[in-house]
């Protein structure tokens, strides 16, 4: 029984060799097919490339939203009516017509001066207007200064452009010819008046012309002294 024993542990043992020399065997046989893998070479001028960070894109910026603006409401193809519209009336006042009235030297006769003249008393000068509506005629005195004034209730500064005043008569019988001087004989047109600022013209109750100043002369037959 012993002897059984011993030899199955023999038998167990040879196989365990037999075993771990075929294992042997095989590692160095698979040593010599398949060399071992050589370390890798770095270069003496390689570095080691480090990674750059990729920064991460920052959100987009919405632009702000206007807000929605709504258009006016069309207007109206036609216009409103208009009402018609009328010229002003022209203000109107009354006519007011100064001039002076001189006497000329006999030396100056036939000359259109006032040289060596003097004022001429008591001479009727003619304010005369052929308007269409009123015919007027008016006569009027010199003073003592020649200054003649006439002032008619019926002409306004609208038809006073178709006035005119004329010399009549002289009360100096040596010096009665009525000369052109100014348009005196043939009738002389209204000219307005330029009022000194002493006297502001919405201040008088008429609007002031002025014509001459006109003149009577001797007559040449006459002998000059």
């Known amino acids: 029984m012993a002897s059984l024993l011993n030899a199955s542990l023999l038998l167990q043992l040879s196989v365990l060799l037999l075993i771990s020399t075929v294992l042997a065997a095989a590692d160095s046989s698979a040593q010599s097919h ?13 570095h080691p490339t480090v990674p750059t960070p990729t920064p991460s894109p920052s959100p987009a910026v919405q632009p702000p939203t206007q807000p929605t603006v709504k258009s006016p409401p069309h207007p109206p193809n036609t216009l409103p009516a208009k009402p018609p519209s009328y010229p002003s009336p022209t203000a109107r006042n009354f006519v007011a017509v100064q001039g002076v009235v001189y006497c000329k030297p006999c030396k100056y006769v036939g000359v259109d001066t006032l040289m060596g003249a003097a004022p001429l008393a008591g001479a009727v000068v003619k304010l005369q207007c052929n308007n269409t509506k009123y015919h007027l005629e008016e006569q009027a005195k010199t003073d003592k200064n020649g200054f003649f004034f006439f002032m008619p209730h019926k002409v306004t500064t609208y038809g006073s452009h178709k006035c005119k005043v004329f010399l009549v008569s002289s009360a100096l019988s040596v010096c009665q010819v009525p000369t052109d001087l100014n348009s005196g004989a043939t009738g002389a047109n209204l000219k307005p008046t330029k009022l000194p600022i002493t006297t502001p013209d919405k201040k008088l109750p008429f609007k002031l012309f002025t014509v001459g100043p006109f003149a009577f002369e001797p007559l040449k037959k006459l002998p000059c002294k």
């Open 34 to 46: 398949f060399p071992p893998a050589a370390p890798p070479q770095l270069s003496p001028y390689h």
